[in-house]
Each structure stands twice: as structure tokens, then as C-alpha cells.
T-cell receptor, first 111, second 115 residues
Framework: SQQGEEDPQALSIQEGENATMNCSYK?????LQWYRQNSGRGLVHLIL?????REKHSGRLRVTLDTSKKSSSLLITASRAADTASYFC???????????FGKGTTLSVSS | DAGVIQSPRHEVTEMGQEVTLRCKPI?????LFWYRQTMMRGLELLIY????????DSGMPEDRFSAKMPNASFSTLKIQPSEPRDSAVYFC?????????????FGPGTRLLVL
């Protein structure tokens, strides 16, 4: 089944640094979404980027999408300790009936 | 808005027992999703309802799992009989439209432990 694969699996940075996470997928998509999950909580939607968009911003978040390479990246600028969480990309399956989530990138931001 | 509500938040049961997980979606949302999250397999979609009708249940592991959505404000996921390998966090999510092109809003999850 189609699935986003995040890279790296884990990332540790200092407060104030930028964090970049990547997502690769296998087949064509209609859109790609990024979610965050704090420990012990449900997922929270961050941003949705459609297949005809190349870049999208939301506050300190910047998402890019390269459909030719079947990849997306999530950049968090000026990271804070509160950004510590797992980050997942999700793509629609070929039938367009479901979102398929990757295994996630665990980000740790230390102060 | 209270968000997606799930109950119970934690459930510990013994192998062979029936387990029922409950979900109340956000009012006005017409799509509801049940997911299971484990360390080994990540987040897996179990079943997806649109306008109370099951659309895709291909993720339901086996006949021991069943899900219902009798009305727009309530859904259940039942496991009968439960097995230790069912231990996981089960999430319910809801959205407008089909939920594929829109944001999905997740509940806090039910942490299930089957002994």
C-alpha cells in the first residue's frame, strides 16, 4: 500500500535551531498532510499541501512538495522545547479513500 | 467545541473478554475514522465511515473486530474475543467531507492492554 516514509526516524536539536524532516511516498497523490503527536496524545493537523502546490507556510512551519521526486519536507524554524513531538506525513491512497500515515520522525528539542 | 471524544481513555482486560471502544465525533463532521497505533506497525487505518456508512473496512484485522456507526454522533469499535496482540492505542478521528482532502481531527485515544 502507498505510504509516506519519514526521514530521519529521530532528530535531536537545540532550541533555536531549525529542524527539517522529509517524507517520501511511492505513487501519485492528491495531497499530503503533516501531523504532530505529542507523547500520549492524539495527532494534531499541521498543514495540508495539494499536489499542485510547491510550498506552503504556517507560522514557523514551511512545507515543500516535489511531486517529481515524490517527496515532501517539513521545516520548523527557530525550534522550541514545545516542538518536541513525533511528526507524521500522510498521503491519500490510490483509491482516494483513506490517508496512509508514515512511521513518523521523533523530534527532541532541548533547551 | 469539545473535539472528538473517546471513552474509555484506558482499558485493561483479560484475553477472551469483549472490549467496546466509543467515539463521539465533532458535531457537523460527516466522516469518522478508527485507527490503531503500535510501535511495530505505526498508525493503521481500521475503518472509515462517511455519512454513517462504512466505506473502507479493509484495515480491520479479522472477524474479531467490528465497528458500527448507528448515528452521526456515535460510533463503537468492538473486539470480541480480545487477544494480547490487540494491545495498542486506538484513535478515532472525524472530518468534514471525505476526510481525505480535509483535516482530520483526532481524539485523545484509548489505550488498550489485553493481558
Amino acid at each position: 500500500s502507498q505510504q509516506g516514509e519519514e526521514d530521519p526516524q529521530a532528530l535531536s536539536i537545540q532550541e533555536g535551531e531549525n529542524a527539517t524532516m522529509n517524507c517520501s511516498y511511492k505513487t501519485s497523490i492528491n495531497n499530503l498532510q503533516w501531523y504532530r503527536q505529542n507523547s500520549g496524545r492524539g495527532l494534531v493537523h499541521l498543514i495540508l499541501i495539494r499536489s499542485n502546490e510547491r510550498e506552503k507556510h504556517s507560522g514557523r512551519l514551511r512545507v515543500t512538495l516535489d511531486t517529481s521526486k515524490k517527496s515532501s519536507s517539513l521545516l520548523i524554524t527557530a525550534s522550541r522545547a514545545a516542538d518536541t513531538a513525533s511528526y507524521f506525513c500522510a498521503t491519500d491512497n490510490q483509491a482516494g479513500t483513506a490517508l496512509i500515515f508514515g512511521k513518523g520522525t521523533t523530534l527532541s528539542v532541548s533547551s | 467545541d469539545a473535539g472528538v471524544i473517546q471513552s474509555p481513555r484506558h482499558e485493561v482486560t483479560e484475553m477472551g473478554q469483549e472490549v467496546t471502544l466509543r467515539c463521539k465525533p465533532i458535531s457537523g463532521h460527516n466522516s469518522l475514522f478508527w485507527y490503531r497505533q503500535t510501535m511495530m506497525r505505526g498508525l493503521e487505518l481500521l475503518i472509515y465511515f462517511n455519512n454513517n456508512v462504512p466505506i473502507d473496512d479493509s484495515g480491520m484485522p479479522e472477524d474479531r473486530f467490528s465497528a458500527k456507526m448507528p448515528n452521526a454522533s456515535f460510533s463503537t469499535l468492538k473486539i470480541q474475543p480480545s487477544e494480547p496482540r490487540d494491545s495498542a492505542v486506538y484513535f478515532c478521528a472525524s472530518s468534514t467531507g471525505t476526510g481525505i482532502q480535509e483535516t482530520q481531527y483526532f481524539g485523545p485515544g484509548t489505550r488498550l492492554l489485553v493481558l
